[in-house]
């Protein structure tokens, strides 16, 4: 793969950004952006599993190329495995240019199979972009699985950020061997009102981490509160101390995981390893009860990073992630009451309770944690 400069993205004051909760929301809001393209539409999604969601999204991608709209699709070779190859021939029969990120090795450095384009990104006409967790597949569709669709969110996002979302998918585009993109970089709908204050923030493995060195430094200076959603919950030692200090500081720190429905129960297991030492700092940890939760989301103070990173130690060592970060107190006030309603759907853990579990568990989830760590430190060496 070619090597190529990555973009800096600095704040944007003039955006809008509308939260989309669970597919209801944000599927029809995708595919009535790709239905009104007119000149372009980029794609760069980790999930895309043939099924229901995938037909609806490749036939409006279709569509769109029938019209001459210029359709760049990037996917990644591991999350789109259960794509059909019958679904590719036609998105590429269409005139889509579709791209696969990393296919896996068989032989050659097996080691690389570990990078993953995990990014979560939409982006219509260089006018709009839909960023957040989900992927293309029946698990997020309440319409497809009203019983077991996965809680998740999205940003529909719309200002002069849009066009740092265009760039980061060009540079992703041009860093597959693809010729480069020419971006038009159109000036924003004057009749939105923008004056949200707007950052792309990036993880791109190991050398750039702009993801997790912002929410550090947000965790460090919070003063009201600290709320994070995320699906996996495998902290880094850096991101416990920083979240302990904060609850020492008398922040209101609190964690929205998932319970018992997770597409990973291992991961779960091995997440309850460290819940007594946080419980013990005045952390709240919630469970939630309905369904997988698979939202990826911080909030601190005013400050709000959303999108594709889950927060732990394995997305950040190995993945290329992309958030949104937004610093502005009304759509944080947007954000907290999502919080509310999901704690609302949730158990809060009881320190006391907790501490009495059941030992042979306390040792299956410690075990299974250290052995993580082992595997870590074996692929830092690599």
Not at 224 to 234: C, K, Q
Not at 319 to 332: I, K, M, R, Y
């Amino acid at each position: 793969m070619a090597v190529h400069r990555l973009p800096v993205f600095r704040w944007h004051p003039h955006n809008h950004f509308t939260l989309l909760r669970n597919g209801d929301q944000f599927f029809p809001a995708m595919l009535a952006a790709i239905a009104n393209a007119r000149h372009s539409v980029f794609l760069e999604i980790y999930l895309f599993e043939t099924g229901s969601v995938a037909a609806r999204f490749i036939d409006a991608l279709v569509a769109a190329a029938s019209r001459k709209v210029d359709v760049r699709v990037m996917i990644d070779a591991f999350g789109s495995l259960a794509l059909a190859s019958a679904d590719r021939s036609r998105l590429s029969r269409a005139g889509v240019e579709l791209h696969v990120f990393n296919p896996l090795q068989v032989i050659g450095d097996r080691l690389r199979n570990l990078t993953r384009d995990h990014r979560k990104l939409l982006v219509v006409d260089e006018k709009v972009a839909f960023v957040g967790g989900a992927g293309i597949t029946d698990d997020f569709s309440p319409r497809t699985r009203p019983h077991s669709y996965w809680r998740e969110t999205m940003l529909e996002i719309r200002g002069d950020v849009v066009h740092d979302w265009a760039r980061l998918f060009a540079h992703a585009w041009a860093s597959a061997d693809n010729p480069p993109l020419r971006l038009r970089n159109p000036p924003p709908d004057p009749s939105l009102s923008l004056q949200q204050r707007g950052r792309v923030s990036i993880a791109h493995g190991p050398a750039v981490q702009d993801v997790k060195h912002n929410a550090g430094a947000r965790i460090e200076r919070a003063r009201r509160r600290v709320w994070l959603a995320t699906p996996y919950f495998l902290p880094s030692l850096t991101l416990r101390r920083q979240l302990a200090a904060a609850s020492r500081r008398g922040v209101d720190v609190r964690l929205l995981l998932p319970g018992a429905q997770t597409d990973h129960p291992l991961l779960w297991l091995m997440s309850h390893h460290y819940y007594a030492r946080l419980l013990r700092q005045g952390i709240r940890i919630h469970e939630f009860q309905p369904r997988f939760i698979h939202s990826k989301t911080l909030l601190v103070d005013d400050w709000v990073s959303l999108g594709s990173c889950n927060f732990d130690r394995w997305n950040l060592r190995w993945n290329l992630e992309a958030n949104q970060e937004v610093d502005d107190p009304g759509f944080a006030d947007q954000v907290a009451a999502m919080f509310e309603e999901d704690l609302a759907q949730s158990s809060r853990i009881d320190p006391a309770s907790w501490e009495q579990r059941w030992p042979l568990l306390r040792r299956v989830e410690s075990s299974l944690e250290d052995a993580g760590r082992a595997i870590e430190r074996w692929l830092d060496r690599r």
